[in-house]
């Protein structure tokens, strides 16, 4: 089980840390993404991080603002957002995933959404 949290309303250029939270004892064997979804539009690939946490991958739209990382003593991946955007407004999903992908088809766990609204 995933338990996503730390959405919120933060103005634009701010932060926020979204946390990602799962319960068991096998959260270091899979590969974790970050997708998120804003109101009709599909769902798009964010960032990924490989199991040990040595190999990221982000979407272009994260690139030099969003960071990956996780922690595997606590069962946690999270997301940095810095200078946020309007545009950056969605429910935001963490997801596990068996292989290294950024297709959301292929993870095989999903958390709850967190909603991130980004005001101008």
Do not use: H
Not at 36 to 49: K, S
């Amino acid at each position: 089980q995933l338990q996503a949290s730390g959405g919120g309303l933060v103005q634009a250029g701010g932060s926020l840390r979204l946390s990602c939270a799962a319960s068991g004892r096998l959260f270091s064997m899979y590969n974790m993404g970050w997708f998120r979804q804003a109101p009709g539009q599909d769902r798009e690939f964010v960032a990924g991080i490989s199991r040990s946490g040595s190999s990221t991958y982000r979407a272009d739209s994260a690139k030099g603002r969003f960071t990956i990382s996780r922690d595997n003593a606590k069962n946690t991946v999270y997301l940095q957002m810095n200078i946020l955007k309007p545009e950056d407004t969605a429910v935001y999903y963490c997801a596990a995933a068996l292989t290294v992908t950024t297709t959301w088809r292929s993870y095989n766990y999903w958390g709850q959404g967190t909603l991130v609204t980004v005001s101008s």
